[in-house]
């Protein structure tokens, strides 16, 4: 069984990191997608911005700024309906995302809403099946309540204390119409190992958070790998509406795959770029 044979495991997978991979970066709006094809990504990996839990960049365009709740869900599903569309027959939009602790300063009371299962109703009226999710302990880089860096929410020591709100959900949504089917040579290409498969899909991921230095809301590199590794194949195309930094498009290009990435803030976007470069100069990505 190649997943049991730990040398031919290398060997494949040093082949996948190194074919020949596209990547286009766009500073755009991700409501408005119109730009991409039906039917022309295979996988989405995406961290939506958090409602008003990280602090971004103060525009009219930021769907992180927007107060109202609900209408803040509804801005997120123009994003998923074009992901709906773009999107080939059984391919996945995954999505990592965290509740809100609403500061009690404001609400006058601890409230947490409950985005992940907000976004997971929401997709599910877009016409995406949803899956069984992964939960992420973060470990490290977790915020437990908006504009608080407090790390304990409550009086300590007495029965009255609100359990930390350190994880995050990791979504999947599937669009129906069937299974994929990728040539041998892709699923010879992109075959996990035995060990890897155990750690991967299990319910609990134990991953430390990325450094917050360049962007409020970022997920680890190891995150994006394990996620474009496990639902895409070499030659696919990865798509985040939210590049942020660029994580998932510089998984996707450490693993043989195509990527698109857009983002609506200049200065990610520029950091994006760089970083993406400086990475592929020195491991010849493509």
């Not at 060997?11 to 997608?33: C, K, M, W, Y």
């Not at 569309?85 to 509740?99: A, E, F, H, S």
């Amino acid at each position: 069984m190649i997943a049991k044979n730990l040398s031919l495991m290398k060997e494949i997978e040093a082949i996948s990191g190194n074919l020949p991979t596209q990547h286009r970066f766009v500073n755009a709006d991700s409501r408005n997608l119109a730009f991409l094809p039906d039917e022309s990504v295979h996988l989405v990996v995406t961290s939506p911005p958090y409602w008003t839990l990280k602090k971004y960049p103060e525009k009219d365009e930021q769907l992180g700024q927007i107060e109202d709740y609900d209408l803040f869900l509804e801005e997120l599903d123009r994003v998923w309906r074009h992901i709906h569309r773009i999107l080939v027959p059984g391919g996945r939009l995954v999505v990592v995302v965290g509740d809100v602790c609403l500061p009690r300063r404001g609400a006058g009371r601890h409230v947490v809403m409950p985005l992940h299962a907000s976004i997971q109703e929401h997709c599910r009226k877009i016409g995406f099946d949803n899956l069984a999710p992964i939960i992420w302990y973060k470990i490290a880089n977790a915020c437990f309540e908006a504009d608080s860096p407090g790390s304990f929410l409550g009086k300590p020591y007495e029965p009255n204390g609100i359990v930390k709100n350190d994880i995050e959900y990791i979504l999947f949504q599937r669009k129906p119409g069937g299974y994929r089917k990728p040539t041998l040579e892709a699923r010879l290409l992109s075959v996990i190992s035995e060990e890897n498969q155990k750690t991967w899909f299990r319910q609990i991921w134990d991953l430390k958070g990325a450094s917050t230095r360049e962007h409020p809301a970022p997920y680890p590199l190891e995150l994006a790998e394990r996620l474009v590794r496990m639902f895409s194949f070499v030659g696919d195309t990865v798509l985040d509406p939210f590049g942020g930094t660029g994580t998932t498009a510089l998984a996707a290009a450490r693993w043989g795959r195509n990527s698109i990435s857009v983002e609506i803030e200049e200065k990610y976007f520029a950091i994006e770029i760089e970083r993406f470069t400086h990475q592929a100069k020195q491991t010849r990505l493509f």
